[in-house]
């Protein structure tokens, strides 16, 4: 008997993170090689290229990484927006009981490491790194669950993915309120302005996917002259995409029978071309389609792609170039604090924190996972490759000397976080445990 696999949507949500992990660290590898090679004055020149729109009364001219980090990546906070929002609308943090034991997490995840590396910190020009050690790189993280396959249960691979987005959502608040630079309040009223109109426009059903891409957009810009960080727009305009559908599926179910019928009594032309009659009902589908489906659930299906083989991997490429013999030598200080915020800081101010809160009854441990997961999870959390070396870009973007040194720090810090955690979670568990029941 030909045994069938059914992949559930968060199944092919793993799949889809782990292989942008490979992907991650493919383009990690390049971007190191190419910036340490005979051609590093080639990596340099080329993401440092100018390009942009110059006119009589206006100019909007970036180099070329920060046209990534700038604008690719809002694309990235976007989609980051729009599972923040189904998460806590219909997912695994809609609920006080769901949410509770990923929040206690994220809480000590982001608690200790900023607190180590304040601490740990001797050098006022690096204090303003903090945030870097915040949040987890949810892609390599699932990657390494995805390689050990049924040894982990899937409630763990939930929690890992709950825990990250709400990292996540920390990271955010803490760029809107401590990496934007003086704001211009005109312009930032201008674009507040904007966006309540379009989640008015929203909550009284009045969506169009063209209009939130041009009022986004233009938020975006408005947000980049109001010196709060344009990424932040990505977040803002995701949470005004809808999440409800326009009809029932009794509703659609009941069109699509009558469209179904309609077609096969349509008039059926001799060539391979579809006859007018047809032509208007496949439209009228296309218009109850459009209806049926959740407008958020549909733009974070369509992105989820470009931004796991395009958006991300360009990142890495532009960001993880560093230069190990760099001319401006390395902050080791900066490098050692990061690596030990991001490995000993996650790990045990997640697990700590977790352990604490069932002790005192404030959580719900599911349980097929033990103690010795909860602390392996913990160590893949230190896996915190994308979001903070954007926040390295941001926190020293007027010292860029110590940018390099921070992303030393978080690649080998990343690195050992993940071999640890891997470590602990392969040689704790057993192959099949967590494996599909057989069929009856």
Not at 103 to 119: D, E, T
Not at 167 to 189: K, Q, R
Not at 224 to 253: C, N, W, Y
Not at 344 to 349: A, V
Request: with cysteine; aromatic share 10%; proline share 4%.
């Amino acid at each position: 008997m030909i045994k069938e696999k059914v992949l559930s949507p968060f199944q092919k949500f793993v799949n889809l993170q782990s292989s942008t992990g490979i992907l991650l660290l493919a383009t990690t590898i390049i971007a190191l090689v190419w910036a340490n090679s005979a051609f590093s004055e080639s990596y340099q020149s080329f993401w440092q290229y100018e390009i942009g729109i110059v006119t009589d009364s206006f100019e909007l001219v970036k180099p070329l990484i920060l046209w990534v980090n700038d604008g690719l990546m809002s694309i990235f906070f976007f989609l980051i927006g729009l599972e923040i929002k189904r998460e806590f609308l219909i997912g695994e943090l809609n609920s006080t009981k769901k949410v509770m034991f990923p929040l206690f997490g994220a809480l000590g995840g982001i608690a200790l490491p900023v607190i180590l590396y304040l601490v740990l910190n001797q050098n006022p020009d690096t204090l303003k790194g903090w945030g870097i050690p915040m949040a987890t790189d949810i892609a390599f993280a699932l990657a390494v669950l995805k390689v050990l396959g049924n040894r982990v249960p899937t409630s763990l691979k939930i929690f890992l993915t709950a825990f990250a987005i709400v990292d996540d959502l920390g990271a955010v608040l803490v760029i809107a309120i401590f990496y934007s630079g003086e704001l211009n309040l005109v312009m930032l009223g201008g674009a507040l302005g904007l966006l309540a109109l379009i989640y008015i426009l929203s909550y009284r059903g009045l969506y169009s996917e063209f209009v939130t891409i041009i009022a986004g957009f233009i938020v975006w810009l408005l947000f980049l002259k109001a010196g709060l960080h344009p990424t932040l727009a990505g977040i803002l305009m995701a949470f005004a995409v809808p999440v409800r559908q326009k009809i029932s599926t009794d509703e659609f179910t009941d069109q699509l029978d009558s469209i179904v019928k309609n077609i096969k009594e349509s008039t059926i032309l001799q060539k391979p071309v579809l006859s007018g009659e047809q032509l208007e009902l496949i439209d009228d589908l296309e218009d109850w389609s459009d209806k049926y489906r959740s407008p958020l659930q549909h733009l974070e299906h369509k992105l989820h792609n470009w931004v796991a083989y395009l958006v991300i991997p360009i990142f890495a490429l532009a960001n993880a170039g560093v230069a190990i013999n760099g001319e401006g030598g390395l902050e080791t200080a900066l490098v050692v604090n990061i690596m030990i915020c991001l490995i000993l800081g996650k790990s045990i101010g997640i697990s700590t924190v977790i352990f604490a809160a069932r002790k005192l009854k404030l959580i719900d441990v599911p349980s097929d996972i033990t103690n010795r997961q909860i602390v392996g999870v913990s160590f893949l959390a230190g896996i915190g490759f994308t979001m903070a070396i954007f926040i390295a870009g941001l926190a020293f973007n007027s010292s860029p000397e110590y940018i390099d040194s921070a992303k030393i720090g978080i690649l080998i810090g990343s690195f050992i976080s993940a071999i640890l955690g891997y470590g602990i979670l392969r040689f704790n568990s057993v192959k099949g445990k967590f494996g599909p029941a057989p069929k009856a």
